[in-house]
């Protein structure tokens, strides 16, 4: 199908058309022509030619001042990289025709709505053969071919993922493709993989993907950990089982985000626990948005990461489950059991060692503001200083995580008192990070190696930072104030076993 078009994609195409030649046929494809149609922001330009994809992009990037990279040089493909002061970065990939025209190239695409393509010439043609337009509208997700999983298993989770984002219905047939195709996710790189998972942990509805991908038998080949969740009872006052607990806490933790953003919503605000959570956390909105905004990686999001904690925050659970006499289920140390299980997820995924550091220490210690809230007092200055000498930053993660945890374990029956008494400890947990760091997280140093070693007389070796990290707890305990005390605070652990002192 072809038709004359004004629809606008993004201005920089216009400046694109300026620099090549009117005799060369250019189309912008995909996602960008799909995005204009719904009016969403556009980022990412794909845009096809019949030959010499890598020459047109080099061209583009000097006459633009971009940065030029021969994305893959094998399939003749180039990327352009605008950096922009007033914006972010715009991406610009230029590719050859796969297959004999452009109308093979569409019709051996993904899905219809992003088998469309316009050209960056007057008039504008907008050829879109396999009926995408009608599918955007009609909110339907359609494969292109009976091959398009075969081809590319990593296309089940992006169907995944555009149905979720798009709020689109996937077609039966399309849905039965998937299911057949769903084994061959093994054959797919781990960057590929990666890439498509945490893309769906970055969209609205993530329980419902989560649900989606198990449904299809896609979850057991992405994510096997997860699989031996289903089935595992969970005593009181947990509501559901192990599974179903972990895509509540997805809805959950989407609630508390939402809730605490960087702008107060009232309706999503509504209710005695939300409002609640708003009077005592609302003040932290501000430093709730900064920290989600700082990903440990530019590709990928840091709301994406915390997504990924939430769905194996549990999952030593059927690796630990025992009865007590009493009758009674418990699951000791499965928070160790999940943190090594995230690892090495982690690890197979390719992510990054910091990404891999926050996963691990957000999983082993996400029971502990639990842990807190269980003892009925304020945490003393003691254990706040501990928290974060063990979780630094992840400790915020952890109290957005915690928060999510008690909502999904009582449900409906939360009490609350229970509740409020959660958020208490929440709250001096954040004010400690956020307004007094310098008293309860990191105090000041009074006192360093060489001065135990000269003023007490000490040797070098493990004891000395023993005992520098005795006397800085002391400190945001409030027991030591001045270089004085710290020393005579650190002579009266000299000759003491520290690894026996609570």
Not at 32 to 43: E, K, S
Not at 205 to 215: I, V, Y
Request: charged content about 25%; proline content about 6%.
């Amino acid at each position: 199908m072809s038709r004359r078009s004004p629809l606008p994609v993004h201005p920089i195409i216009d400046r694109v058309r300026a620099v090549l030649p009117e005799s060369l046929p250019v189309h912008v494809v995909g996602g960008a022509v799909r995005d204009a149609f719904l009016n969403r922001p556009v980022h990412d330009i794909d845009f096809i030619v019949e030959e010499n994809a890598l020459e047109v992009a080099r061209r583009v990037a000097d006459e633009l001042s971009g940065a030029f990279y021969p994305l893959d040089p094998v399939r003749n493909t180039g990327r352009v990289v605008l950096e922009r002061a007033e914006e972010n970065r715009l991406t610009l990939d230029f590719a050859v025709y796969q297959g004999s025209s452009l109308d093979d190239d569409l019709r051996a695409r993904d899905f219809t709505i992003n088998a469309m393509a316009r050209d960056v010439h007057p008039p504008y043609s907008l050829l879109d053969p396999l009926g995408g337009l009608m599918d955007l509208r009609h909110k339907r997700l359609r494969a292109c071919s009976a091959t398009t999983f075969t081809t590319d298993p990593v296309r089940i989770l992006r169907g995944i993922r555009l149905a979720s984002d798009f709020k689109l219905r996937i077609l039966p047939e399309t849905l039965e493709q998937m299911r057949q195709d769903a084994h061959r996710i093994p054959q797919v790189s781990a960057e590929r993989l990666r890439d498509e998972l945490f893309r769906i942990l970055d969209t609205p509805r993530t329980a419902a993907s989560m649900r989606a991908l198990d449904m299809l038998g896609a979850l057991a080949y992405a994510l096997p950990e997860l699989i031996s969740l289903k089935n595992i009872d969970q005593p009181p006052p947990h509501v559901l089982d192990a599974w179903h607990h972990t895509l509540d806490i997805l809805q959950k933790l989407e609630t508390v985000i939402d809730v605490l953003g960087s702008e107060h919503d009232p309706e999503a605000a509504a209710g005695f626990h939300m409002g609640l959570m708003v009077l005592r956390l609302g003040r932290f909105r501000e430093h709730f948005y900064a920290h989600l905004k700082a990903a440990l990686n530019p590709n990928r999001s840091h709301r994406s990461l915390l997504f990924m904690a939430a769905l194996y925050h549990d999952a030593g659970k059927p690796l630990t489950k025992s009865v007590g006499e009493d009758g009674r289920i418990h699951f000791y140390e499965h928070e160790d059991v999940g943190a090594k299980l995230v690892s090495s997820r982690a690890r197979q995924l390719h992510l990054s060692n910091a990404e891999l550091d926050r996963l691990h220490t957000i999983v082993k210690h996400h029971m502990r503001p639990l842990w807190l809230a269980q003892t009925g007092n304020p945490p003393s200055d003691r254990a706040i200083y501990r928290f974060f000498r063990d979780t630094q930053e992840a400790g915020v993660d952890i109290c957005l995580l915690s928060l999510a945890d008690t909502l999904a374990t009582y449900g409906p029956t939360l009490p609350q008192d229970v509740w409020a008494n959660h958020l208490n400890i929440i709250r001096s947990l954040l004010e400690a990070w956020w307004e007094k760091p310098g008293e309860s997280v990191s105090p000041p140093a009074l006192l360093t190696g060489h001065d135990l070693i000269e003023k007490l007389g000490m040797k070098p070796g493990p004891k000395i930072g023993q005992i520098l990290e005795a006397v800085r707890e002391a400190q945001a305990s409030n027991k030591v104030h001045t270089r004085s005390e710290a020393l005579k605070y650190a002579e009266k652990l000299k000759d003491k076993d520290l690894e026996s002192i609570d």
